[in-house]
């Protein structure tokens, strides 16, 4: 049962345009989301995060959405470049689960030229 | 700081063969990690210490073995390899309890015949 769902494998996006990746949970417990970046032959590495009382968070082109709700977080990278051409990996924490981290399966994002 | 380090960066085991994924930092971080990615299945955590001397299963540590006996070391043991345990591994780092952030070394990758 994968608590944190990543239904997209793939995205392709043209250079300036917006990308956006998505991501759906089951555990209403979690309390921190966080996004990693990975390039091939590499491993992940820390791009965005967001604790559940927020609804928002920014970082330059990179911005996370959180809908507790609807149990849904998307990252939006504006404006899109090719260098952002990585596997996006979507993670959630729970506070009883220590500093565990469920991750999704990731997102391919190809950003075109 | 040459963060997290790992070795070998590959590794090809014939099935019931032993091996240790070396996994090192230098951040002198307390909580460390091991993770495998498998294709469609995001990062599942295989063992994990949130000290020396303290160690933990995660979500899939069966035929693994870890143990820490130094703040900086925190190998990952193939008892007996099976290809099902062709993969690759990573292994992260935490500063603390809470913080949110995990390095990740940048993977071995095993291939078990």
């Known amino acids: 049962d994968q608590q944190v769902k990543q239904n997209s494998p793939s995205l392709s996006v043209q250079e300036g345009r917006i990308s956006i990746l998505n991501c759906d949970y089951t555990n209403s417990m979690f309390d921190y989301f966080l996004w990693y970046k990975k390039y091939p032959a590499e491993g992940p590495t820390f791009l965005i995060s967001i604790s559940s009382i927020k609804d928002k968070n920014e970082d330059g082109r990179f911005t996370v959405f959180l809908n507790k709700s609807a149990k849904h977080l998307s990252l939006h990278i504006v404006p899109s470049q090719p260098g952002d051409s990585a596997v996006y990996f979507c993670a959630a924490r729970y506070m009883e689960y220590g500093n565990k981290l469920v991750f999704g399966a990731g997102t391919i994002l190809r950003v075109k030229s | 700081n040459a963060g997290v380090t790992q070795t070998p960066k590959f590794q090809v085991l014939k099935t019931g063969q032993s091996m240790t994924l070396q996994c090192a930092q230098d951040m002198n971080h307390e909580y460390m990690s091991w993770y495998r990615q498998d294709p469609g299945m995001g990062l599942r955590l295989i063992h994990y210490s949130v000290g020396a001397g303290i160690t933990d299963q995660g979500e899939v540590p069966n035929g693994y073995n870890v143990s820490r006996s130094t703040t900086e070391d925190f190998p990952l043991r193939l008892l007996s390899a099976a290809p099902s345990q062709t993969s690759v591994y990573f292994c992260?780092?935490?500063?603390?309890?809470?913080?949110?952030?995990?390095?990740f070394g940048p993977g071995t990758r095993l291939t078990v015949l």
């Open positions: 992260a780092s935490i500063r603390g309890v809470g913080y949110n952030e995990q390095f």
